[in-house]
T-cell receptor, first 116, second 114 residues
Framework: DAGVIQSPRHEVTEMGQEVTLRCKPISGHDYLFWYRQTMMRGLELLIYFNNNVPIDDSGMPEDRFSAKMPNASFSTLKIQPSEPRDSAVYFC??????????????FGPGTRLTVL | AQTVTQSQPEMSVQEAETVTLSCTYDTSESDYYLFWYKQPPSRQMILVIRQEAYKQQNATENRFSVNFQKAAKSFSLKISDSQLGDAAMYFCAEGETSGSRLTFGEGTQLTVNP
C-alpha cells in the first residue's frame, strides 16, 4: 500500500484566498483524522470521520474551516478565507480500527501551509 | 478529558548511550492505549512503540522499550544504544478504545551527539 497520501505537500497563498488540502487514506481504513501542527499549540486534532461520517469536529477552530469526506478514499480540508495564523503543517491520518481494540493511526507526510 | 504531558522539551544523548524520555497522562478511561511517535526533520510521523493498558508487561521494539506505570499514569520511553538516526521530535500519545481519537503530548526534541 502507498500509505496515506496528502496533496499538496506545500502551499503558499495570500490572506483571504481559499485553500483546499486533500487526503487519500489507506484503503480499508475506517477512520480518517485531520490534525494541525504549530510550534505554539503542538499537534491538535481538528476533526475525524468514521466511515465517511464526521464524528467529532470540536477541534475545528472557526467557521472558516470545513472538512468533507465524500467517499472512503478521499477527504478535503478547506479554509475560506485563509489568514496568516492558519500557517501550519496539516496532517491527515487513517486508522484501521473497526470494532477492534487497536487504534494505531498512520500519518500522511503533511501539507505545509503558509498564508502571507 | 484526556491530557498528555511531556515535561522535557529537549533532551540530548551521546551516540551509543541510553536516554529516557518522560510522559505522564490522565484519562478517565479504564481501557486505553499508549504510543510513542517519532517525527524526524522530514515531518513524517512514525510509530515507534505501543502499549496496551491492560497488559502489565512493558512493550519492547528492538532498542526501544517503555516503562509503563499504570497506577502512576506514567509512560516513559527508553532508547538504548542511541544512533544518529534517532534524532527527532518524540511525541507521547494516548488513545481510547471507546472512540479512536489520540491525544498527543507537547513533544520532546532529542539530539544525538556523535
Amino acid at each position: 500500500d502507498a500509505g496515506v497520501i496528502q496533496s499538496p505537500r506545500h502551499e503558499v497563498t495570500e490572506m483571504g484566498q481559499e485553500v483546499t488540502l486533500r487526503c487519500k487514506p489507506i484503503s480499508g481504513h475506517d477512520y480518517l483524522f485531520w490534525y494541525r501542527q504549530t510550534m505554539m499549540r503542538g499537534l491538535e486534532l481538528l476533526i475525524y470521520f468514521n466511515n465517511n461520517v464526521p464524528i467529532d469536529d470540536s477541534g475545528m477552530p472557526e467557521d472558516r474551516f470545513s472538512a468533507k469526506m465524500p467517499n472512503a478514499s478521499f477527504s478535503t480540508l478547506k479554509i475560506q478565507p485563509s489568514e496568516p495564523r492558519d500557517s501550519a503543517v496539516y496532517f491527515c491520518a487513517s486508522s484501521p480500527l473497526a470494532g477492534g481494540r487497536y487504534n494505531e493511526q498512520f500519518f500522511g507526510p503533511g501539507t505545509r501551509l503558509t498564508v502571507l | 478529558a484526556q491530557t498528555v504531558t511531556q515535561s522535557q522539551p529537549e533532551m540530548s544523548v551521546q551516540e551509543a548511550e541510553t536516554v529516557t524520555l518522560s510522559c505522564t497522562y490522565d484519562t478517565s478511561e479504564s481501557d486505553y492505549y499508549l504510543f510513542w511517535y517519532k517525527q524526524p526533520p522530514s515531518r513524517q510521523m512514525i510509530l515507534v512503540i505501543r502499549q496496551e493498558a491492560y497488559k502489565q508487561q512493558n512493550a519492547t521494539e528492538n532498542r526501544f522499550s517503555v516503562n509503563f506505570q499504570k497506577a502512576a499514569k506514567s509512560f516513559s520511553l527508553k532508547i538504548s544504544d542511541s544512533q544518529l538516526g534517532d534524532a527527532a521530535m518524540y511525541f507521547c500519545a494516548e488513545g481510547e478504545t471507546s472512540g479512536s481519537r489520540l491525544t498527543f503530548g507537547e513533544g520532546t526534541q532529542l539530539t544525538v551527539n556523535p
